[in-house]
């Protein structure tokens, strides 16, 4: 069988597996489609010479095989044996098949080679498929960054400032399995107005959304303004969140108000099913020092931790007291209802 030499194939295959981060396999996969698109161009040029066009479909019997130990490749065609010809590309003649299979029927289908002359498939072609190898690799790497990043949505990574884009900050995330850093856009809406965002500044960041599909910039969304950054944090600096004894039950937070006048702030409500335990003191913590953690991270934000405390009462007057938080009195509040209602007692930091 005849073949197209690719001088220093494997080399080249190993190259580009190791400056891409990407297996070998993949690499093989991506070269094998980018020079079978390339040759498929090549046969269109050829036959647009001729004012005529290939449809879509034409190619679709015609395979490529990559021969990475004799570096280079074949191509091969299913052809159907006929008594008579009309398509050279999809049909093969009986006699001409039984040259070398006697046993051949008419109406069988064989696999025969139709690898072009080295000469042939030429420089023309070999450009093509070079643009070609790049796309298949760039979406090979999009494809590996969206799987790998798609079930860490709604968690919060480390990052690092990378450079400016208009009002976006490109920063860069880790990559696991040994891959170079992957780029994240921080979005001018979802920056906080306390972050000094200066190169190689570091951040912890919320992954809010993998972009899906193959347009160009970051496929990484992430924010310093969303909510769920703070959630983490807590999470991060209170244990008896993660031991189920306090919850958070609500959060609003404004990080970025209107009025230049007024400071970012949060307002988080927790509460717990256990008695003994005081939830905004455990969010607080000792002398303040965790809730001072997440109040650094976010650069001085305000934030208000409040309890829920919730009452059940009759269709007549009553009466709910939240006794002290932190030895500060809260003021009795009189209800009027017939409903479950929550309310909330709050320290502020």
């Known amino acids: 069988m005849s ?5 220093g194939l494997k080399m080249l295959i190993e190259e580009i597996s190791k400056s891409n981060n990407l297996p070998e396999n993949l690499v093989k996969e991506a070269l094998r489609e980018a020079l079978f698109k390339g040759y498929e ?9 001729t004012n005529q066009t290939f ?9 490529l095989e990559l021969d990475v130990e004799e570096e280079g490749f074949r191509v091969l065609a299913l052809k159907m044996v006929t008594d008579s010809v009309e398509d050279i590309d999809h049909q093969i003649a009986l006699g001409e098949v039984r040259e070398f299979n006697e046993e051949v029927q008419s109406g069988n289908e064989v696999l025969v ?4 002359e080295q000469k042939d498939f030429g420089r023309m072609a070999a450009m093509q498929t070079k643009q070609v190898l790049q796309q298949k690799l760039k979406d090979l790497q999009r494809g590996i960054i969206q799987s790998e990043f798609k079930e860490l949505e709604g968690t919060v990574l480390p990052a690092k400032v990378l450079r400016f ?3 976006s900050v490109i920063m860069t995330l880790q990559s696991a ?3 170079p850093e992957v780029e994240a856009e921080l979005p001018h809406h979802e920056q906080i107005a306390s972050d000094n965002y200066r190169a190689n500044a570091s951040f912890k960041v919320y992954l809010k959304k ?3 599909g193959s347009q160009r910039g970051p496929q990484l969304l992430v924010s310093r303004a969303d909510a769920g950054l703070v959630v983490y944090l807590f999470d991060n600096e209170v244990p008896e969140f993660e031991e189920g004894i306090v919850r958070i039950v609500a959060i609003a937070r404004e990080a970025n108000p209107n009025n230049r006048s007024i400071n970012a702030r949060t307002k988080i409500a927790v509460d717990t099913l256990d008695r003994d335990i005081d939830p905004v003191g455990a969010c607080i913590g000792a002398r303040g020092s965790r809730i001072q953690a997440v109040v650094n991270e976010l650069k001085g934000e305000k934030i208000d931790v409040l309890i829920r405390v919730t ?9 709910v007291t939240c006794s002290t938080i932190n030895n500060n009195p809260i003021k009795k509040a009189p209800v009027k209802t017939a409903f479950m209602r929550n309310f909330f007692c709050s320290a502020t930091m």
Request: proline share 7%; aromatic share 14%.
């Open 41 to 49: 161009r090549f046969r269109r040029a050829k036959q647009a010479t």
């Open 311 to 319: 009452v059940y009462s009759g269709k007549r007057e009553a009466k």
């Open 55 to 63: 449809p879509d479909d034409y190619f679709d019997n015609f395979r």
């Open 177 to 179: 399995y040994g891959r």
């Open 210 to 212: 993998v972009r899906e």
């Open 113 to 116: 080679d139709v690898t072009p």
């Open 165 to 167: 884009e208009r009002q």
């Open 3 to 7: 073949i197209v030499k690719l001088p």
